[in-house]
């Protein structure tokens, strides 16, 4: 997708400079290298900014735009962003969210209703962590027993607790999933 936008982008810039008389209609901005450099550095960093701005992270695939082709160093962040991305949607962007919703006019504010930033429930930011270090803890020690319950029976009965254990945290986590995720709370999107 990014690369058809570009190439619009380039598509329209041409068209206009024609229209300035900057181009003769058979030339383009590609024939200029120099300009053609420039334009597309200013495209991926246009793309960086807006993609900052709405999800946190630089742009996907700007190797693409810049080089013509994805690079194993691009392939990396792009990889980075896209984990970076999971989890600033889910755990960070629902406030980003209601911000937009009360600048846009989405939703508006009234004296006679409760407020919607009233806590219900589990605590996002409280909740997070230990659910995260519970469940990669119970991981852990469950592979550790594992590993070593071929020698000895108790630690094959301590794998069989740690994993329902880290089963029963998981569970628990997958129930009240929604009120662990930081998600906009004023225009009941989820």
Known sequence: MFQVQSYLAQK?????LQRVGALSSTECISTFAE???LFKTLWVEHGDEISLEYSGTHALKRDLVRYGKQTMAGIIKDGMSALS??????????????????????YT?????PSPFQPKGFDTLSYL????ALVLGGLTVTSITLNQAGRNAQHYLSSVVCAGLTAGV?????A???????RPRLCGLL
Do not use: H
Request: aromatic letters at 8%; charged letters at 20%.
């Open 12 to 16: 329209s810039l041409n068209s206009q």
């Open 35 to 37: 300009d053609f450099e």
């Open 85 to 106: 991305r999971y989890y600033l949607n889910n755990f960070q962007d629902g406030v980003r969210q209601d911000a937009i919703d009360l600048i846009s006019g989405r």
């Open 109 to 113: 504010v009234n004296r006679n209703n």
């Open 129 to 132: 962590p230990v659910a995260s």
């Open 170 to 174: 998981m569970a628990i986590i997958k």
């Open 176 to 182: 009240n999933g929604r009120q662990i995720c930081s």
